[in-house]
């Protein structure tokens, strides 16, 4: 598969990252077919595209022409038969479950035509814990768009070696056409690149917390207007989802059995509060108003 053969494309989850990315699609001039199992998730999906592009043309980001042009390009449906048959590229957003992910990419490869590439979004599943549920591993990689995606310039194209150098090819090309800056990951690892520089720093702010140098609030200024940052590490967690940083930390924990790598305690407590950050009001902030 090269870019040129690139028409249409599907991404299965329509959560906030699905839907985003969707429409980032759409956007730059893909037939884009949005999907869940969920109703009500892919009826907000539906609504945030409803919303955004007439704001867009409202604050003269683009022309009403650009905005019908770019709604008549995306649709939402429940079906992923019908979402992913025509599909050149699928892009899966859904939860970071191994377990989900695998039974979904299975689907994906009886549907999707024979050299449709089928990519995931997640931040610490590697593609090769996936690719052997499908008949093309070759053709199955990890597409990483940062939050929030329409936003955030960012994508990492990680090729593991079961990867091909073609699909790892067509995949940048991708991103550059859909208005992204790709960076090509040519090795498995743990957080890839951004998230493992990210790590180093979050480690630090914990420590910093858990030892009572400075409140969360100070140490997210610090990284803002000292370092440059466009936020914290504390309202970076907030934003991508305390209950991900959770997850991440017990499925390292639960591979490498190493306590070192389960979630500091104020994660933990967070969790067990259900304080997931802006998903649910309030995290290390609060967002009720």
């Not at 949005?34 to 945030?48: I, Q």
């Not at 003269?60 to 079906?79: H, L, P, Q, V």
């Not at 699928?90 to 689907?107: N, P, Q, S």
């Not at 504390?234 to 305390?242: A, E």
């Amino acid at each position: 598969m090269k870019i040129d053969d690139v028409k249409n494309v599907c991404v299965v989850g329509a959560g906030n990252m699905g839907h985003q990315i969707a429409l980032q699609c759409a956007l730059s001039g893909y037939k884009t077919v949005s999907t869940d199992v969920v109703p009500a998730v892919l009826e907000k999906a539906e609504k945030f595209v409803d919303n955004y592009l007439p704001g867009r043309v409202q604050k003269g980001k683009m022309t009403e022409d650009e905005a019908k042009a770019a709604r008549s390009r995306i649709s939402f449906t429940g079906d992923l038969k019908e979402a992913a048959k025509d599909a050149d590229v699928v892009i899966e957003a859904v939860l970071e479950r191994v377990d989900l992910k695998r039974k979904i990419f299975a689907d994906l490869d009886k549907i999707a035509p024979p050299g449709a590439i089928l990519a995931t979004n997640s931040s610490f599943i590697v593609s090769s814990r996936i690719a052997d549920a499908t008949t093309r591993p070759d053709r199955v990689c990890n597409l990483h768009f940062f939050n929030p995606a329409l936003v955030m310039k960012l994508v990492e194209v990680v090729q593991g070696s079961h990867v091909s150098d073609e699909t790892a090819q067509c995949m940048m090309d991708f991103c550059l056409k859909i208005d992204k800056i790709p960076i090509h990951v040519k090795k498995e690892v743990d957080g890839f690149v951004l998230n493992r520089i990210f790590s180093a720093i979050h480690k630090e702010a914990f420590w910093m917390l858990e030892m009572g140098v400075a409140s969360y609030e100070d140490i997210d200024k610090a990284c803002v207007y000292g370092a440059g940052h466009p936020m914290g590490p504390f309202r970076l967690l907030d934003l991508t989802g305390i209950d991900l940083a959770y997850d991440i930390g017990m499925s390292h924990f639960y591979e490498s059995g190493d306590p070192a790598d389960l979630p500091v305690p104020t994660i933990v407590k967070k969790y067990t509060e259900g304080k997931f950050g802006q998903k649910t009001g309030e995290g290390f902030y609060s967002y009720k108003k």
